[in-house]
């Protein structure tokens, strides 16, 4: 019998779990999740609870029901340390984690596994942006659908005064100078104005897009060039072309520090301080690890061997500092897979990338400013499960070799990018990228395979992000036949 | 494209391509889009076997 315990019910967590029930037989062996909250929530739909388009309701659901169905144990709790060798008591790896629900708030408690995936996602880190944390004066975020149900009744506060003839200034973007996660930003500020124009209450908006990207459409991953038009176009002048058909002015290279509640401070590439004045903003956060420890047997703190600096997991990736000109999509990992303590994995935003995939560049008093490295819902959603497939074949056959790869060097993306909710006036851009990481030696004129790489604006993009939103739930649910849905 | 001239000439804005009507037109025309509609999901499903194999 096999104990495997799974740390977080986001994409990858919850794929891992739904495709280890499917794979091992329940009577022997046992599958835990452990997560804060008992909710599963499809998150790329919270743009649209953040311009009212949606309720909360409609983008989650609670999972205890289906984990009772398809016998796996729901633990309410956080994760906070790991003990991959145990203790004196406990001979297994254990978690020790510290409930979260009202009966027991508080309690901690030790949970032993055999395997241990930690898909927890990232810690929005708010605090490391002085001002920046959402419900403060005219701060919104879309990061959960809390925040985003939040981010609405302040969006309708400001259309109120627009419509009483007040001016009102929206910016919205990065809110830390190596933020990630552009590409949700860059949804919102589109849905923003989407709806702004559907009021007709344009002449009294000014949006404007704040961003640490080096150029417009960059979207931490080093932009992308795209077949248009006869030629061999990039995400640049997609993501402007964009913006100045609706009007939208941009600020890029810019690194955030500080916001109060009217004013966003600033420090660009060229090292300049900047002031920005807002009414409403709207900035993704720094993401990093959940702070978590790591001892050994004797007690000892080996969270160094656990984690990188950043706080996310180490994994399979080769994290030797090299220049940006040395990057190779073999520095990415392939099984998510703890160098130490190998029945420990990582999928999803969890694991420490070896680095960005957009160059690094400082300002001129030293300051980095670029876009981290992203990881989207669909990669996520594979390495949870390849990690699962990994898993279930160690157990099935004894044998730990990774059969299972999932690169982001090797596997594409699709991601749909809405820019206004309607089933005949909506509009999308979808866009896909293979593979995500560019690979400079496979493709050396554009980095990645210009047959499969596009970004096309349209309706139907909206008709196929409508989709997306009941397919992807439908498959989370564990309806008849989830498995058929690709990740 | 609502307002072009609100632009100031020889800023960052006042270079990017904008779609002409015609460009505008194709987005927006149901026949037109649910023909892409296909075509994009087999593009995307293209990707999505490949990250899978
Ligand atoms: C607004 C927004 C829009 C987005 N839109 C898109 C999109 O259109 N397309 C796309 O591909 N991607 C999109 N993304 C990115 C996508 O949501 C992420 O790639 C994906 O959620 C990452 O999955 P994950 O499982 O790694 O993390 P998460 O989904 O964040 O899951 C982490 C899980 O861990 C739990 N957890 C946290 N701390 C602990 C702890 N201490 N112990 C135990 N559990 C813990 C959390 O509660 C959660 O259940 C968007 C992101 C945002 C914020």
């Keep these: 019998m096999s104990n495997i315990v799974i740390l977080g019910a986001g994409v990858a967590g919850h794929t891992a779990a739904a495709y280890l029930q499917k794979g091992l037989n329940k009577n022997n062996h046992k599958i835990t999740v452990i997560s804060p909250t008992p909710t599963y929530q499809w998150i790329p739909s919270n743009i649209w609870v953040g311009v009212g388009r949606m309720t909360p309701e409609q983008i989650k659901f609670d999972l205890r029901p289906l984990y009772k169905k398809w016998g796996i144990e729901f633990i309410q709790a956080k994760a906070q ?263 420990i994995f990582a999928p999803g935003i969890a694991f420490a990338p070896p680095h960005s995939i957009s160059k690094p560049m400082t300002s001129k008093n030293g300051t980095p400013i670029f876009a981290s490295a992203p990881r989207t819902g669909m990669p996520s959603g594979i390495m949870g499960k390849v990690t699962a497939d990994n898993i279930i074949h160690w157990i099935k056959t004894g044998n730990a070799t990774m059969i299972h790869k999932a690169s982001m060097g090797r596997m594409g993306a699709a991601c749909i990018v809405s820019a206004g909710y309607g089933m005949s006036k909506g509009t999308a851009a979808t866009m896909t990228v293979s593979p995500v990481v560019p690979d400079w030696e496979k493709f050396p004129d554009w980095g990645r395979d210009i047959k499969t790489t596009m970004g096309e604006p349209g309706l139907a993009g909206h008709w196929l992000k409508w989709l997306m939103h009941y397919m992807f739930l439908y498959k989370a649910k564990g309806l008849p036949f989830w498995w058929m849905i690709p990740e | 494209m609502e307002n072009r001239l609100i632009i100031t000439k020889y800023s960052e804005q006042f270079y990017p391509p904008t779609p002409n009507n015609f460009t505008l037109f194709l987005r927006r025309s149901i026949f037109f889009q649910l023909i892409r509609f296909f075509i994009l999901n087999y593009k995307i499903m293209k990707i999505v076997i490949k990250g899978h194999s």
């Design chain 1, 81 to 343: 340390s790991f003990y991959p060798e145990g203790d004196d008591q406990i001979k297994t790896g254990f978690v020790e984690v510290e409930y979260t629900n009202e009966e027991h708030k508080g309690v901690k408690r030790k949970v032993a596994y055999d395997y241990l995936i930690n898909a927890t996602g990232p810690k929005l880190n708010f605090e490391a942006t002085e001002g920046l944390l959402p419900g403060n004066g005219n701060i919104a975020s879309v990061c959960t659908f809390g925040h985003a149900s939040h981010a609405w009744e302040l969006f309708q506060e400001k259309l109120d005064k627009m419509k009483n003839g007040e001016k009102q200034i929206f910016v919205i973007g990065t809110g830390h100078p190596t933020a990630t996660c552009q590409g949700a930003a860059f949804e919102y500020i589109l849905n923003v104005d989407f709806e702004i124009k559907k009021r007709g209450l344009e002449k009294q908006a000014e949006v404007i897009w704040i961003t640490n990207e080096y150029e417009l459409g960059d979207f931490g991953m080093g932009g992308a060039f795209i077949p248009k038009g006869g030629f061999i176009s990039n995400t640049k002048l997609f993501a402007e072309s964009y913006f100045v058909e609706r009007n939208i002015t941009w600020i890029k290279r810019a690194g955030v520090k500080k916001l109060d509640d009217h004013k966003i401070y600033y420090e660009n590439l060229d090292g300049e301080y900047l002031e920005q004045a807002y009414d409403f903003a709207m900035l993704i956060p720094g993401f990093a690890g959940h702070g978590f420890k790591g001892y050994d047997k004797a007690g000892n703190d080996i969270s160094e061997k656990l984690f990188a600096p950043s706080g996310l997991m180490r994994v399979d990736a080769d994290y030797t500092p090299k220049p940006f000109e040395q990057w190779s999509i073999k520095d990415w990992p392939e099984t998510y897979q703890n160098p130490s303590y190998p029945n």
